[in-house]
């Protein structure tokens, strides 16, 4: 491992940069850092503000000045860095459905990781950051599965990624995705309360009463011979928590690897599909920096609609 020592640097926090904690803000700094240096470095009084030694929790204000003390780093390869010339990565830059100087939404292909790990070089964060070199700041807001497709929200601004985070963490967020399930859905049936637990060990997610409280609301878009197309809006955000409320109700989202039907599968498969049928469509928060509200909708990619449009001959009536 390449290790490279830094030089004492002193930084000015502006208005994006304030209101973060110190550790958060050496965390972003030192990425290939160890926590556990990062505090222990606070500890030594050798991170300073304004001169002065401050504790772990110290939140950063508009005009501090941060002295940050020479430290070892892993030295990232250039090999790490996402090619931009890759067609999985090139492409993204055509999924991105709006853009201004606070925020990026990207309509993600299923099949892109949101972030690289467990073994992927890399995911639609790094990809981005590799098309925007001159980027000063790109963070994910929020994640969707690797296998869902649709609406991710990406922060340009440290002060966006704050606010738009916080709408998640309030539940003023509204998120709405499509999902073609197994069998035929009940109109009644408009919400899911069921409690969730995953395995640390391989991150397979079940319904449980030791788990966390976890809803989904659901409404019948469409119903076909053997499936109906839902609209599900998780208000809770727990991992896997549309999929396994959906396996939970007896209803499995087409296609999908972990809580699926395989019989099921194999009969969608006929129409052309081979992802899952699970895309997030629609989401409305409230603009950052003018605290308009967004209203933002994803379309589906072409093999979706395709298979919906080779159902449709199939459609039973109420």
């Known amino acids: 491992m390449n290790e490279i020592k830094t030089k004492v640097q002193l930084v000015d926090i502006d208005e994006d940069m304030a209101g973060q904690r110190i550790d958060n803000f050496l965390r972003n ?60 990565v090139s492409q993204l830059q055509d999924c991105i459905i709006y853009e201004d100087d606070h925020l990026l939404i990207l309509n993600k292909p299923s099949g892109t990781a949101v972030h690289g790990g467990s073994g992927l070089k890399f995911g639609a964060i790094e990809a981005l950051r590799a098309l925007r070199p001159e980027a000063r700041f790109l963070e994910l807001v929020h994640r969707i599965d690797r296998d869902t497709s649709g609406i991710l929200l990406v922060a340009k601004k440290r002060s966006a990624l704050r606010h738009l985070q916080a709408q998640f963490r309030d539940k003023t967020v509204q998120k709405y995705y499509f999902a073609l399930v197994m069998g035929e859905w009940k109109s009644t049936c408009r919400s899911v309360n069921a409690p969730l637990l995953k395995n640390e060990v391989n991150s397979i997610v079940r319904v449980n009463g030791k788990g966390k409280a976890s809803e989904t609301r659901y409404k019948v878009l469409e119903k076909f011979a053997q499936a109906t197309l839902i609209q599900a809006s998780p208000i809770t955000g727990r991992t896997h928590q549309i999929r396994v ?74």
């Open 29 to 88: 700094q030192f990425k290939n850092v160890p926590k556990s240096l990062l505090y222990r470095i606070i500890r030594k009084g050798e991170v300073r503000v304004n001169k002065k030694r401050i504790k772990a929790e110290y939140k950063l204000k508009s005009g501090d000045i941060v002295r940050l003390p020479p430290i070892k780093v892993e030295q990232v390869e250039q090999k790490d860095v996402p090619n931009t010339k890759l067609n999985k």
């Open 245 to 318: 409320h959906c396996e939970y109700t007896g209803h499995p989202i087409a296609w999908d690897d972990r809580y699926g039907d395989r019989r099921f599968d194999a009969y969608i498969g006929a129409f052309g599909l081979n992802r899952l049928f699970l895309h997030a469509a629609n989401i409305k928060f409230t603009h950052p920096n003018s605290e308009e509200v967004m209203d933002i909708s994803a379309p589906m990619e072409a093999k979706l609609d395709n298979v919906l449009n080779k159902m449709r001959g199939l459609v039973i009536s109420d």
